[in-house]
């Protein structure tokens, strides 16, 4: 006999509610009386101090007990009544190599083959481990996003694949698998599943999912095209009548469903044919004192905030679809030093420089150790404060960025005191989001960088009025008094008009109105012909190239400044800090080598956050409406799961958005 435990408590016990409730869960002949009691208080079988984040387990025949412990990248066996573990996969650190293992998610054992499967996390496998000191595994199954694993009795094997949210049956020496649940995309249809977690297959190999994102259990009949739900279908909540966030899930004789109610912290029973189940285990304070299903990922601690979370990882350099993946049980960084906030994430956006780092073109100046949260611009709720923190108060509203430490597109992240500042009042999550990066870079040239700061009757130049940095530049300098002028393609003059400006294309600087905005086709004229001998003081660079440098010259009064953020690259992006000692040495011999026989000052430009500035952008510009965003599409990870991050970063790459691009991770409150 075998049984099955889902677990995904970050403690480091695996707990069983009453020792003879250790019933061969994996099995088709399951049969348990409909009105079996449980007791409620659990008895620890394995852990102590060896476990980090356990999270499948399967019960043999013999009641030994193997566990997937996640964060120690291992597979280790517990005997009956033993008070120490035995690693019998993994093991040897994290890697990709035949002899380790990456975040294992969930192990089974083929008793046939007297082996291991395991379901090999961020190494994207399913491998096959021997029983009889296997030193290494064969991967049996590639490029999959792996998350549960069961097996019936033919032998064949069932694997769920969270990404393509679907489950496949593979027989034996079978490589492709076939679609038994879901394949049609991510959604809430019946022909669909959501973040499928776990499986279970009963004696007639009717397949049952637990789907996570849509907060029910399908059933899927051998052969059917489309599922049926048998538990939940009432959207999340803590009633009887619904679930939230279901982990495991194992079905009796009799067509009882028992599925772990993860963000319920409870174990629900619901009879064959009802529209309402029951609890057997917990439920009494939203933590999981599981049965062989243990705590779910979404366990809350004392102070409230949960001990895992929802997070996009980038597990090496690639493109957005190759190398990031949407994890449910991510460690939420609870631990801070004395100057550092929690901040629980209501929305982030990109920017250029975010696939740049995504795909390795930064990896010079900032190289990343994997797993990695990307994700830098920021706005949510300080959720938890250092014991240094002064600024800042548990409860405030806030919007930052992270300056290429990464973090934001997940639903908690850690920063510096210094990174946050109070979030505009007059601003949603979703709009303060897309300030940060942008806002402040330009911010920083035009009254930092520019000498003398913009002020009234300044003459600035923006090179890529389109760009975000461009737009705010735009809206701030107006702002100040000065005279600006940019350049856009005849396609994005509809997008600066939104910023409430008339776009003229005849320049008249005898009637400087503020309500218009001069701006040069760059597609069909040169700004260095059309504005020669204008004597600007700042031509601000937001797009890049060696042609804006040139035709800055003609157009720059004697001693005036050319502030590039984007260098020698017309797709290069706003530059982290990382970058600076050797960014600007490069950048300042490519700018001297064109300005060196110019009266003109020049300036390669790196971002610096600071509260302090985003506290004078708030209270200047954003809260007085002299500065807006402007808002292209929000992708929605809770509809959409990885999907809406890869076209979050699809369409940041393109450099056809109208505005800015935002990750939507929570509800605004």
Known sequence: MQADARCGTTTSATTIAAQQLVYPLRGSSIDIHPNARWQQNGLTVAGGNQLSNPLGLYVDDDETIYIADQLNHRIVEWKLGATNSQVVAGGNGQGIGDHQLSYPQDVIVDNEKDSLIICDGLNNRVVRWSRRNGTSGETIISNIDCLGLTMDENGSLYVVDEGKHEVRRYGREESQGTVVAGGNGSGNRLDQLYRPHYVFVDRDHSVYVSNYGNDRVMKWVEGAKQGIVVACGQGKGNSFTQLSYPQGVVVDQMGTVYVSDGGNGRVMRWSKGTTYGSIIVGGNEKKARFINMAESTTSKTEDGIPSVMTAAQQNSYGEARDVITLRSDVL??????????????????????????????????????????????????????????????????????????????????????????????????????????????????????????????????????????????????????????????????????????????????????????????????????????????????????????????????????????????????????????????????????????????????????????????????????????????????????????????????????????????????
């Open 332 to 669: 939420v960084p609870r631990q801070l030093s004395g100057n550092q906030v929690l901040v629980r994430v209501h929305a982030a956006s990109i920017n250029p420089i975010d696939w740049k780092l995504l795909n390795g073109n930064m990896s010079h100046v900032n190289r990343y150790s994997f797993p990695h949260i990307p994700g830098n611009d920021v706005a949510g709720v300080v959720v938890n404060v250092g014991s240094s923190v002064k600024r800042l108060k548990i409860g405030d509203k806030v919007y930052g960025n992270l300056s290429g430490d990464g973090g934001t597109y997940a639903e908690f992240v850690r920063g510096n005191e210094s990174k946050f500042a109070l979030k505009p009042n007059n601003l949603t999550m979703i709009e303060a989001a897309a300030m940060p990066l942008a806002c402040e870079t330009s911010y920083q040239v035009l009254f930092n960088k520019a000498s003398p700061p913009i002020g009234p009757g300044s003459k600035v130049f923006v090179c890529g009025g389109a760009t975000a940095t461009g737009w705010y530049a735009i809206q701030m300098a107006k702002a100040v008094g000065a005279h600006v002028a940019t350049t856009s393609s005849q396609r994005n003059f509809g997008l600066l008009e939104k910023l409430g400006y008339k776009i003229v294309q005849e320049s008249d600087e005898t009637k400087d109105d503020p309500q218009q905005l001069f701006v040069i086709d760059y597609n069909s004229k040169d700004f260095g012909q059309v504005l020669q001998d204008k004597n600007y003081d700042l031509v601000y660079d937001c797009v890049g190239g060696e042609q804006q440098w040139v035709a800055a010259q003609r157009i720059l009064k004697r001693g005036g400044q050319f502030i590039t953020i984007a260098g020698d690259d017309p797709e290069a992006s706003v530059s982290l800090k990382s970058a600076l000692t050797m960014g600007t040495h490069i950048m300042s011999r490519k700018l001297g080598s064109v300005f060196c026989a110019s009266h003109h000052s020049y300036i390669f430009h790196l971002l610096h956050t600071s509260h302090q500035e985003l506290d004078d952008i708030r209270t200047k510009y954003l809260e007085t409406g002299k500065v807006k965003p402007l808002i292209d599409t929000v992708f929605d990870w809770q509809k959409d799961g990885v999907e809406a991050i890869y076209k979050l970063y699809e369409k940041s790459k393109s450099g056809k958005a109208q505005g800015k691009l935002i990750l939507k991770i929570a509800d605004e409150q």
